[in-house]
């Protein structure tokens, strides 16, 4: 099957002033933990998606100086020409694939950590940054020049490295943006007080990379147009200055939000649809007549080339949906549809990434995985051991992506065995809870890509105990058996259970009693109790509540659901619950559970009671290892039936986050014929070679 015409739109090339994008597919540039100093590692994660038919692909923000150090977060650095030689690979490796390859220049001012440079941050006004332990310097008139000279040197540098692209980035409050906003700028002299002032910094910075690289490269420049919050500037504003820069510009790339509300940007899926920045950055085109890019977390064809064709946007940008699918572009031209690997909006790839980590994604276990591990996604060699037959046993996330990646690698027969009636494990129940409608995309994309693979058997219904394993027939078996939710109250705090807690009772829950087995709290009020920090008691909470519940989320932890500030959610959540008249506590050890409700301490000892109907326990989940474990403790029995190997993946292992899970079992089917599967083939790493010289 052909694709559909109408996203022939979306194939169109179109030119951005020196140079031409060969379709309407842009990644825009976002962190992945690599920079500079991993050069490997970034040429070849962006590669990949230039060869999966990106038109572009960018780098991460990319400091022009040291006095924009980010550390200890990573990003590109074009310092010197040894940053330069470092991501010349980058733009190599693009344009093999037929890519341009963007460099996304920048400077943080105020937002500058500067763990390795140590001198003072550099800002408009020295007014303490909104988000870091920073009160920066005023810059004086010596240092606006010294800084837009070393923007300058930095686009040469970027064009010497192959660059078609080079942005002056102001997006997410960085300095230009921080000349911009009067939140930020709150100076009297030619760069203060009027927009005209406020716009001079980030105008002249765009005409002195124009005049030292506009003739090779194209000039691209990242402007949140709505802060949606004090911290930058509002649509009238980022309209003024698109139609004020815009003869400066071939490549207007919007966006919304800034770096202390980065949320709004890169939204999640439990708090915003997709494309929902169009509201904002769809009127860009009253300002401009030149190319705009534009993000939204859009992974669906049909509104992609609704918005090229309607002319709002030019171009598709996506940050979170390349790394999803880095074929994207390539399975639409194709026609591939039911390929397509759409980003679920979860944002664990930013805790991945940063500070200092290693891309990772929930959908993608091969993201970030490209250089060091040689993992392609779309191609599997065939295995030394193919002529073997797998069980897996259990079709949660770890078990249906290692059966596929078996599969894929050409075993004999992958038979996929649950004990429930439908696969997916802990994804049957999790894309029921408020906002998470968008992770069920883990469940479809693997049951389609399941369905279609000639060599997989389903076995639904089937719940196997070790002398079923064992007789069953298979020379390989991998146990993706899960995990469960402690029904005692065992926790983080006091690695014991809660006297009381025990879900054998009525009053006393647990997140799959309620969601799979259908139990009810008793009575009216029930307190969702939290030791794990993350989504599921946030996601019981607002169920229990929409469902005429009067809930407290109580939490051991010092914050409601920690976890979700990495994931960019827990500002917004916490709004949201408190809105729902969820009631929220934090500090709160339970030390008896009871019929009538719980006691304990708060944060400063000081006895704490909570009347509730039911308490549901959040508290911390244990493997379902013990069928492994039999099957392990008896390798005589194993031999006998011919049973060469049994290994074990994702929650059965230790509970862990559904990438984890998916990355885990991928794993193992990846290297399913080293010489021991059950440890990890060690991975290339990436280290400056010691030199003693001037010791
Ligand atoms: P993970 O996140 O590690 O993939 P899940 O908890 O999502 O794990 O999925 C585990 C799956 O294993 C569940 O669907 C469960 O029904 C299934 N399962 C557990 N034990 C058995 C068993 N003995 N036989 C068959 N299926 C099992
Ligand atoms: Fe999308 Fe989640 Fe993958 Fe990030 S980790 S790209 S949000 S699926």
Redesign the pocket.
Same mark, same amino acid.
């Given at each position: 099957m052909g694709r559909d015409p109408k996203h022939d739109v979306l194939f169109e090339p179109l030119r951005i002033g020196p140079k031409t994008l060969r379709n309407r597919f842009y990644q825009v540039p976002h962190c992945v933990g690599f920079g500079s100093e991993k050069p490997l590692h970034q040429a070849r994660f962006r590669a990949m998606k230039a060869q999966g038919g990106w038109a572009a692909v960018c780098t991460e923000y990319c400091a022009i100086s040291p006095d924009s150090d980010e550390t200890p977060f990573i990003s590109a650095r074009l310092w010197d020409d040894d940053d330069a030689r470092a991501l010349a690979v980058t733009c190599e490796l693009a344009h093999e694939h037929g890519a341009l390859a963007g460099c996304e220049l920048h400077h943080s001012g105020v937002h500058s950590p500067r763990r390795q440079y140590r001198l003072p941050a550099l800002a408009p006004s020295q007014l303490a940054s909104d988000y870091l332990l920073v009160v920066p310097k005023t810059m004086e008139r010596s240092d606006i020049r010294r800084v837009q000279a070393d923007w300058a040197a930095a686009a040469r540098r970027a064009r010497e490295a192959g660059f078609d692209i080079v942005y002056v980035y102001g997006a997410h409050s960085y300095l230009p943006m921080q000349f911009l906003s009067p939140f930020y700028n709150h100076r009297t002299d030619e760069y203060g007080g009027p927009f005209e002032n406020r716009a001079r910094f980030w105008l002249e910075t765009l005409e002195l990379v124009r005049d030292a690289v506009g003739a090779d490269c194209a000039i691209a420049t990242r402007i949140a147009v709505d802060a949606l919050g004090p911290y930058g500037v509002e649509l009238d504003e980022g309209l003024a200055f698109v139609r004020a820069a815009d003869h400066l510009v071939d490549l207007w790339d919007v966006n919304v939000g800034s770096a202390l509300e980065w949320s709004k940007d890169?939204g =999640? %899926?439990s708090l915003f649809p997709e494309g929902w920045q169009l509201e904002w950055t769809g009127r860009v085109r009253e300002a401009t007549a030149k190319p705009i890019v534009g993000v939204g977390?859009l992974t669906s064809p049909d509104r992609m080339a609704e918005i090229v064709a309607s002319g709002v946007w030019n171009v598709i940008g996506a =940050?979170?949906? %390349?790394? =999803?699918d880095p074929f994207l572009p390539r399975k639409i031209e194709e026609g591939r549809y039911d390929e397509i690997?759409? *980003?679920? @909006? *979860? $944002?664990? !790839?930013?805790p991945?990434s940063d500070p200092g980590g290693n891309v @990772? !994604? #929930?959908? $993608?276990a091969t993201?970030g995985e490209e250089y060091r591990r040689g993992w392609h996604p779309e191609r599997f060699e065939r295995a030394a051991n193919a002529d073997r037959d797998v069980l897996v046993v259990g079709a949660g996330p770890a078990g249906m992506e290692c059966a596929i990646v078996l599969a894929k690698r050409g075993l004999r027969r992958v038979h996929l065995a649950d004990a429930e009636a439908e696969i997916g494990g802990i994804m049957r129940w999790v894309p029921r809870l408020p906002g998470r409608g968008e992770w069920a995309?883990?469940l479809n994309w693997r049951s389609i890509q399941l369905g279609k693979l000639r060599n997989v058997e389903l076995l639904t219904g089937l719940r196997l105990d070790a002398r079923g394993v064992r007789e069953y027939g298979a020379e390989i078996v991998v146990c993706a058996t899960g995990a469960r939710w402690a029904g005692d109250g065992l926790n983080r705090v006091t690695h014991r259970p809660i006297p009381g807690a025990d879900a054998s009772l009525p009053h006393v829950l647990t997140p799959e009693q309620i969601m799979v087995e259908g139990k009810r709290p008793p009575g009216r009020r029930v307190v969702v109790y939290d030791g794990e920090g993350y989504f599921v008691a946030p996601g019981l909470a607002e169920k229990l509540a929409a469902d005429g519940y009067a809930v407290q989320l109580v939490t051991c932890l010092e914050e409601i659901s920690p976890f979700s500030h990495e #994931?960019l959610e827990q500002k917004l959540l916490v709004r949201r619950m408190h809105r729902a008249g969820i009631g929220l506590r934090t500090g709160i050890l339970l030390t008896a559970v009871g019929p009538g409700g719980a006691v304990g301490t708060d944060e400063l000892g000081d006895p704490v009671e909570l009347d509730a109907d039911a308490v549901v326990l959040v508290t911390q989940r244990l493997s379902n290892e013990a069928l492994y474990l039999e099957l392990r403790a008896d390798p005589a029995a194993l031999a006998a039936e011919g049973i060469e190997a049994v290994y074990r993946i994702g929650d059965c292992v230790a509970p862990q986050l559904i =990438?984890d899970c998916i990355f885990d079992g991928h794993r193992l089917a990846r290297e399913i014929d080293a010489a021991d599967p059950a440890t990890p083939l060690p991975f290339l790493r990436e280290r400056p070679l010691a030199t003693a010289t001037g010791m």
């Open positions: 890169s =999640a %899926s977390r =940050a979170r949906p %390349s790394i =999803a690997r759409e *980003c679920i @909006g *979860c $944002n664990v !790839c930013i991945k @990772g !994604c #929930t959908q $993608n993201a995309r883990v #994931t =990438a």
